[in-house]
């Protein structure tokens, strides 16, 4: 198996065809239908059922395809940690919200501090088995997570406590209950752990928001210029309470704030690029 007949699986599941996959690799598709075949024989099993019109993984090609998709990240990771242009490749995880809001001054100043060293932050991954697979294959050497996984191989540190408001771009005397949840002018994050388990306690889990979004960007712009309420984390609302284009809402809720924490193998605490990432983040 190498890494050639991993490429054309690859470009085959993701285009459905031989020919286009050949094109996409530039090679000629008897060398995509080659490769394929090395790796079945490698593997003892059918990846792919095909004939003139249809191609499909089998079942065995569908258990093997998230192993594929590993060993190529892998494989491209390794190739930018080996350039000798930089001293260290440091690859770090996290909501978008955390970096943005407590730690981009931090990666700055990193930066300016470590000119020598390559930085790449991965804000858009959030399942917790994405996280957990990059940090056990190498990949992430620091993930920021709300809810760092249970595992015998990770060792977490506490960086902060968040708090969790309730804010809006207009002023309100009423208290907000539940019932306000269901108004049209109310929008949703899931912020971190524990608070989607929190709010679901208080409106069901049946509920649909009215609005609902992902992106910590968009509902903070939703709340500026809108007269929707959300919560925001009091990281990224206080400046806009202090010069009056939030305000922070009363309500008869008070939500339990979230902790961070920074996740590494536990085996790697004495590669030099888990130091500069806790170095980042402050920790000693």
């Known amino acids: 198996m190498d890494i050639t007949q991993i490429e054309a699986l690859l470009a085959v599941c993701k285009i459905r065809n031989f020919t286009k996959a050949a094109e996409f690799l530039h090679i000629s598709q008897s060398a995509v239908t080659a490769r394929i075949k090395a790796l079945e024989a490698t593997l003892g099993k059918t990846l792919l059922d095909r004939d003139k019109r249809n191609v499909r993984l089998t079942q065995a090609g569908i258990a093997f395809l998230p192993y594929a998709e590993r060993m190529l990240r892998i494989y491209e990771e390794s190739k930018v940690t080996l350039q000798e242009e930089v001293d260290h490749h440091l690859i770090v995880s996290g909501p978008g919200s955390v970096w943005h809001y407590t730690y981009l001054q931090n990666m700055l100043d990193f930066r300016e501090k470590h000119p020598s060293i390559?930085?790449?932050?991965?804000?858009?991954?959030?399942?917790?088995?994405?996280?957990?697979?990059?940090?056990?294959?190498?990949?992430?050497?620091?993930?920021?997570?709300?809810?760092?996984?249970?595992?015998?191989?990770?060792?977490?540190?506490?960086?902060?406590?968040?708090?969790?408001?309730?804010?809006?771009?207009?002023?309100?005397?009423?208290?907000?209950?539940?019932?306000?949840?269901?108004?049209?002018?109310?929008?949703?994050?899931?912020?971190?752990?524990?608070?989607?388990?929190?709010?679901?306690?208080?409106?069901?889990?049946?509920?649909?928001?009215?609005?609902?979004?992902?992106?910590?960007?968009?509902?903070?712009?939703?709340?500026?210029?809108?007269?929707?309420?959300?919560?925001?984390?009091?990281?990224?609302?206080?400046?806009?309470?202090?010069?009056?284009?939030?305000?922070?809402?009363?309500?008869?809720?008070?939500?339990?704030?979230?902790?961070?924490?920074?996740?590494?193998?536990?085996?790697?605490?004495?590669?030099?690029?888990?130091?500069?990432?806790?170095?980042?983040?402050?920790?000693?």
């Open 118 to 284: 390559a930085v790449k932050f991965l804000s858009y991954i959030d399942s917790s088995y994405m996280i957990r697979d990059l940090l056990l294959d190498g990949i992430v050497q620091l993930a920021l997570r709300y809810d760092p996984p249970v595992h015998p191989k990770f060792t977490k540190k506490f960086l902060f406590e968040e708090e969790i408001i309730l804010v809006s771009s207009k002023p309100r005397e009423n208290f907000i209950t539940r019932t306000d949840f269901y108004d049209q002018n109310y929008y949703h994050i899931e912020w971190g752990r524990p608070f989607p388990e929190w709010f679901r306690g208080i409106v069901g889990d049946a509920y649909i928001p009215p609005l609902q979004t992902d992106h910590s960007a968009i509902m903070l712009t939703m709340l500026l210029q809108g007269g929707g309420f959300g919560y925001l984390p009091r990281a990224i609302a206080d400046p806009y309470i202090q010069t009056g284009q939030l305000y922070e809402l009363p309500t008869e809720f008070t939500v339990p704030p979230s902790k961070v924490y920074a996740v590494y193998l536990t085996d790697n605490q004495d590669d030099p690029r888990i130091e500069l990432g806790l170095e980042m983040l402050g920790i000693e």
